[in-house]
C-alpha cells in the first residue's frame, strides 16, 4: 500500500476548522482506493508568531521539504500584521518551492443558488502567476516622517517566469477546451504587461491548436461576471489571478468553495494545496465554515500525487451533495455545520 507523507498547515481561523475533514475525506477515499495519509501536524500560526515571534521555525522550509504534499487551512489573524503573517510563511513556501503554478478550478455546480442567473455549466481554470510578478519584495518606504513620505513597490516580470506560465496554461487547455485568454493591462501599465503580451504572443504561435485571446483585466473582471461560462483557461499575473480568483468564486456561489493548488510541475519540490479563502475571523471559531474549498483542495492534491479516479469520486460526491439539495453551510445559503456538511460528504463517497 503505498502511504503518501503529508505536512498539515492547519493556520488560523477557520484554516483549523476545514483542514480536518479534509483528511476526513482523503482518509476515506484513501481506504477505498488502496492508499493512505502520513499526517505531521505543524502549528506553524498567528498564534507561534504571538508565542515565540516568528509564523515558522527557522528550519521550516527543511522540515516541509521530505513530504509528498503539504496542505495548508489559512493563515493570517487580527493581531498580527498581514503582511508579517502571509510573508512570514505562505509566500516563503511557495517561493522557496517553487510553487510557480497557483492554479485554480471555478465551477458552478448544479444545485448552488450563484448570484448569477445565467452561470450554470461554467467550468473555467485560473492559472495564476505565483512566483513573480507585483508580489516583490523590491521597494520600500522613503521620506518617513515628512510630507515628502512615499511607497515604492517594483514589479519583476522575467522571460522564464511568464514563459513557464503561459505554457503550464496551454498545456492545460490543450486537455480542456482548447481556448485560453491573458489577463493584461498594457493600456495602463507600459513596462510590465507589454513584455507579458509579447511573451504570451509568442507562445501562443507556437500553439496553434488553442484558441487564444487577451482582454484588460479591468473588462475581463466584468465579462467574468456577465458570462462566465464563455471562459476556459485564463492566465494571469499574481496580483491579477488573486483577485479573479475571488471574483470567479463569488460568480460560482461562494468563496469558501474555491480550491488551490501551489504547483511545482517538475516536481523538484512538494506542492502545496490550500482554499484559496482566508481565515475568516468573523466566523471562526463558530463551525459552520464551509469545508467544500478544502475538500476539493484535497481532490487537486489526489490528482498531483496521481490518483486522478479519486480525486473524480471526491468532486463526483461534491456534486451529489449539492445537486440533490444536500446540507450546505450559511455562505451556500444553508444552516448546515462544517462537520454536518463532511459527514454527508462522506456519507456518498
Ligand atoms: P477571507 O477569505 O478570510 O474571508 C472573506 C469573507 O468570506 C468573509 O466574510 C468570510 O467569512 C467568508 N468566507 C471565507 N471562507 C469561508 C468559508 N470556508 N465558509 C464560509 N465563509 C467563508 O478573506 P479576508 O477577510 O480578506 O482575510 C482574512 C484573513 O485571512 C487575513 O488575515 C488575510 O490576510 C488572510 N488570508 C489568508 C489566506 C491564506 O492563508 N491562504 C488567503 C486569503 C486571506
Ligand atoms: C491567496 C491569498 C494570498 C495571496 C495572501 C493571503 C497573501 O489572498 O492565496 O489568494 O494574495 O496570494
Ligand atoms: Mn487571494
Known amino acids: 500500500m503505498t502511504t503518501f507523507r503529508i505536512a498539515l498547515i492547519p493556520g488560523d481561523g477557520i484554516g483549523k476548522e476545514v483542514v480536518p475533514p479534509a483528511c476526513e475525506v482523503l482518509d476515506a477515499v484513501g481506504a477505498a482506493n488502496g ?15 504571538a508565542r515565540e515571534g516568528a509564523m515558522m521555525p527557522e528550519d521550516g522550509i527543511e ?20 503582511h508579517v503573517s502571509l510573508w512570514g510563511l505562505l509566500i516563503p513556501i511557495r517561493r522557496q518551492f517553487d510553487q510557480y503554478v497557483n492554479l485554480r478550478p471555478i465551477r458552478v455546480f448544479d444545485g448552488v443558488d450563484g448570484p448569477l442567473r445565467d452561470a450554470a455549466g461554467t467550468d473555467l481554470v485560473i492559472v495564476r502567476e505565483n512566483s513573480e510578478g507585483e508580489y516583490s519584495e523590491i521597494g520600500g518606504r522613503m521620506n518617513v516622517g515628512t510630507p515628502y513620505e512615499m511607497a515604492v513597490q517594483e514589479s519583476v516580470f522575467s ?86 480568483s475571488d471574483l470567479a468564486a463569488g460568480v460560482a456561489g461562494s468563496i469558501g468553495m474555491a480550491p488551490c493548488g501551489n504547483i511545482n510541475p517538475e516536481r523538484e519540490y512538494p506542492s502545496m494545496f490550500e482554499p484559496v479563502h ?69 456519507d456518498l463517497l
Not at 165 to 193: C, F, P, W
Not at 321 to 335: H, N, Q, Y
Open 63 to 82: 522540515q516541509l521539504r521530505p513530504h509528498d504534499g503539504i496542505f495548508l487551512g489559512a493563515v493570517g489573524y487580527p493581531g498580527v500584521p498581514d
Open 159 to 244: 522571460r522564464r517566469g511568464v514563459t513557464r506560465i503561459v505554457d503550464y496554461a496551454l498545456d492545460l487547455a490543450e486537455t480542456r477546451g482548447r481556448q485560453l485568454t491573458s489577463a493584461t493591462k498594457s493600456n495602463g501599465i507600459v513596462h510590465t504587461m507589454p513584455f507579458w503580451d509579447s511573451i504570451v504572443e509568442e507562445r501562443c504561435a507556437e500553439r496553434p491548436s488553442v484558441a487564444w485571446d487577451s482582454e484588460h483585466i479591468d473588462a475581463l473582471a466584468a465579462k467574468i461576471v456577465l458570462d462566465p461560462r464563455r471562459y476556459d483557461v485564463i492566465v494571469a499575473s499574481n496580483l491579477f489571478g488573486d483577485i479573479l
Open 278 to 346: 482566508g481565515s475568516a475571523p468573523d466566523i471562526a471559531g463558530q463551525g459552520v465554515a464551509n469545508p467544500l474549498g478544502a475538500i476539493w483542495t484535497a481532490a487537486l492534491m489526489l490528482d498531483h500525487l496521481g490518483h486522478d479516479e479519486a480525486a473524480v469520486q471526491v468532486v463526483s460526491a461534491m456534486e451529489e451533495l449539492l445537486s440533490s439539495g444536500g446540507p450546505r453551510t450559511a455562505d451556500l445559503g444553508g444552516t448546515a455545520s462544517t462537520t454536518e456538511v463532511t459527514r454527508a460528504l462522506i
Open 35 to 49: 492508499f493512505d495519509f502520513d499526517y505531521t501536524e505543524f502549528d506553524w500560526s498567528c498564534e507561534r508568531y
